[in-house]
């Protein structure tokens, strides 16, 4: 079940560009349009006005507990994104007759787990574990001076003894060496898997692709900072808008457009942050970025509306 929620009342945002200039304040975003929306240009060349309903997707968690982000309900999340919509001139429908409204936007929000450290991660350190030592050198062989005396048998005696020693020794080593690798390559699969899963929720997905062809080349940087940036833990949020005409009528999900925007966890606050960076995204807003982009995070004032809910939706099966 999800609820639909109607946002009314006053809604401005005031920005800052300022805090632009702050080092490592980016937001990025990626945003698509299915090539059946087009929305309308009105003669002063703004967009037609287009009324929306929220949903609720819902939080999807994160790696730990997190009091910047967890004290956020839904209702919070989206009073803190209507007034971006309404900048692009998606207002909210009215909730006393919902029945003309054009489109259902669905909110999610969360944070990934990123696999940046996982070098001192408890895989990667119980597989060092078995990487064995160097073998020291051996001893000279006993040449019946000193005190050292040779038996009778070669095998056991003199250079024979060093070598059978020796042998134990490599086999002992490969045997846990193969044990190391084969940990390692565990904790690799499950790293790429996490980073595949990241880069499909922030929308990184078609940055990584072109990623891997960047290695060994003049853009080896590039490829560096895309990979730096899915594997750091990101807090998101997701917007995907279906027309809400189709589902009210038909029960048939057809998705419009999605914009998927993240920061850093690192160095932010998801509560202080959420304004700043629904912002910066909120200029590709039903349209699309053809790829991910990377836009200066502002400083933002928010004058909240009031939230109406007017009914609820049975989630649908996917």
């Keep these: 079940m999800f609820g639909i929620v109607s946002v009314t009342g006053i809604l401005s945002l005031i920005s800052n560009a300022a805090r632009a200039e702050e080092a490592g304040d980016l937001v990025a975003v990626y945003s698509g349009a299915s090539p059946a929306y087009h929305r309308a240009v009105l003669s002063d060349g703004t967009f037609k006005p287009e009324s929306y309903a929220f949903g609720e997707g819902g939080d999807q968690g994160g790696p730990q507990n997190d009091y910047t982000i967890d004290r956020f309900k839904f209702v919070d999340i989206a009073r803190v994104i209507a007034p971006s919509l309404a900048s692009r001139n998606y207002l909210p429908c009215d909730p006393k007759d919902p029945r003309h409204t054009d489109l259902l936007i669905m909110v999610y929000w969360g944070t990934t787990t990123g696999t ?187 004058i909240l509306g009031q939230l109406k809910a007017i009914g609820v939706e049975p989630e649908s099966k996917k």
Excluded: C
């Excluded at 920061?263 to 202080?272: K, N, Q, T, Y």
């Design 116 to 302: 940046d450290r996982t070098s001192s991660s408890s895989e990667y350190q119980i597989a060092q574990s078995f990487m064995p030592p160097p073998m020291p050198p051996p001893p000279p062989p006993p040449d019946g001076t000193g005190g050292t005396a040779m038996v009778s048998d070669p095998d056991t005696s003199g250079r024979g003894a060093m070598f059978a020693q020796a042998g134990a020794i490599k086999a002992e080593n490969d045997s846990a060496q193969q044990m190391s690798l084969s940990m390692t390559s565990m904790a690799n699969h499950r790293r790429d898997r996490l980073n595949s899963e990241n880069a499909a929720i922030l929308g990184y997905a078609d940055e990584m692709k072109q990623a891997d062809g960047y290695a060994m080349t003049a853009l080896e940087q590039r490829r560096k900072d895309i990979v730096d940036e899915v594997e750091e833990s990101r807090y998101y949020v997701i917007l995907m808008a279906y027309d809400f005409q189709l589902l009210m009528k038909h029960k048939e999900r057809k998705l419009l457009w999605q914009t998927r925007y993240s920061i850093p966890e690192r160095r932010h606050d998801f509560g202080r942050e959420l304004a700043a960076m629904t912002q910066s995204a909120s200029r590709f807003f039903g349209q699309d970025t053809h790829g991910l982009l990377r836009k200066p995070l502002p400083a933002t004032n928010v």
